[in-house]
């Protein structure tokens, strides 16, 4: 039989996170800086709400949009905080994190050989994510001198009449990059000129250290402009209960549902319901990750920067994104080796984009003590290796 796999999937290549962490499967006493996510197990009353959700039978399908009282305790939320109304019923969609949100938006608003502008240093699904949908991807980089921001002139650079989407990520994985107010209203300025809408990816908003996080809907003009996209994964630590949701335009928003409905129903009823209780009752547990998250930044930032490795001070999510260019090796074999011989795993940096050589990404959600005890491996490591 012919072994016939479709184009656009046989060229997409494995991920760079998941090739590296095949390598660390099966070794003992290694520190990983590498996978993102939370050391934190999920609150106690978030689980104790799913328990309480099973002992009540509810194990059924939910709404395609998902819950209707998810919805609505989400746009209370961001009423409340923002002052922007969200239409429950129309606007909002709960998806199985913002992994399908991501997928949903460029199927629908994607035809063959649009172009979608991604930032890069990214997150590693955007482009695949693109290209599989059939879109084009066009690369606006960014670099450590800027503190890998996106400048507005980049923006009106890089637009074409054939782009469709930007997509923009802060704080962003893997740089832990945001903007201020005054930053984020200059870029929306630019999008304003032109005829694109934004696809704002802001799962890691709720851990800004620094000032306040702005969505890009508050901008005037930008709300019907702007598909914005969080969840529950990484705020409220809750990676496996699969949660995420979008705010958006409802011409979108429905686009997106019709194929959510055919491919994946509903979000898991148990997440969902779980996710109404971090919304309602989870700030004061997140404001206790997001003190130890803030410390562990700092720590290891200066850490870093101490043993010569060249590392901006990320303003929100738990990544750090140090320039290893003074050692000379490249940022696989600088992984490689750093795994090999001290047993710290991170990541490097060009399976965030072509354009990362030179860096590694290490991720700061683990304890202090595991932190201090890499710091020195690293440290150890580049003495070896001089
Ligand atoms: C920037 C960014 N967006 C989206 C995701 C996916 O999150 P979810 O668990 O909601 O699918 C991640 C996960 O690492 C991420 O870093």
Redesign the pocket.
Same mark, same amino acid.
């Given at each position: 039989m012919k072994k016939d796999i479709s184009k656009k999937i046989e060229s997409l290549k494995p991920s760079g996170i998941r090739e590296f962490f095949d390598l660390v499967i099966g070794m003992d006493d290694v520190i990983s800086l590498g996978v /993102?996510?939370p050391d934190f197990v999920t609150p106690w009353n978030i689980i104790e709400s799913a328990i309480y959700s099973f002992e009540n039978g509810y194990t059924s399908y939910t709404s395609n949009k998902g819950l209707f009282e998810l919805r609505y305790a989400i746009s209370e939320d961001i009423q409340k905080k923002y002052g922007v109304k969200y239409n429950p019923d129309t606007e909002i969609l709960i998806t199985? /994190?913002?992994?399908?949100a991501?997928d949903l938006v460029m199927r629908s608003m994607l035809n063959d050989g649009d172009e979608v502008l991604i930032h890069e240093p990214c997150?590693v699904?955007y482009a695949p994510t693109v290209s599989m949908a059939g879109g084009k991807v066009k690369r606006i980089n960014t670099t450590l001198e800027n503190n890998f921001k996106v400048m507005p002139e980049d923006v009106r650079k890089s637009l074409s009449k054939k782009t469709k989407l930007f997509l923009l990520?802060y704080p962003?994985?893997p740089t832990g990059t945001s903007y201020s107010k005054g930053e984020l209203s200059k870029i929306a300025g630019e999008i304003k000129k032109s005829d694109i809408i934004v696809v704002s990816?802001e799962?890691?908003g709720g851990l800004t250290y620094d000032y306040t996080h702005t969505p890009m809907f508050t901008f005037p003009g930008m709300k019907e402009r702007t598909v914005y996209?969080n969840?529950?994964?990484?705020v409220h630590a809750m990676?496996g209960w699969?949660?995420?949701y979008t705010c958006g335009p409802e011409w979108i928003i429905s686009a997106m549902n019709k194929i959510h409905q055919y491919t994946i129903l509903c979000a898991p009823i148990t997440g969902q319901i779980a996710s109404i209780e971090a919304i309602k009752r989870g700030s004061e547990a997140v404001n206790e990750m997001k003190k130890a998250y803030k410390r562990r930044r700092n720590f290891i930032v200066s850490g870093l920067n101490e043993l010569g490795l060249k590392c901006h001070l990320p303003e929100g999510?738990f990544y750090s994104f140090p320039s290893i260019k003074k050692t000379g090796m490249d940022s696989k074999t600088f992984s490689n080796a750093l795994l090999k011989s001290e047993k710290v795993a991170v990541v490097p940096g060009t399976a965030f984009g072509e354009n990362s050589e030179g860096f590694v990404r290490m991720c700061y959600a683990t304890n202090i003590k595991n932190i201090k005890e890499a710091l020195f491996r690293i440290k150890r490591f580049l003495k070896s290796s001089r």
């Open positions: /993102g996510e199985v /994190g913002v992994s399908e991501m997150y699904s990520n962003c994985n990816d799962i890691y996209m969840g529950f994964s990484k990676t699969r949660i995420g999510a």
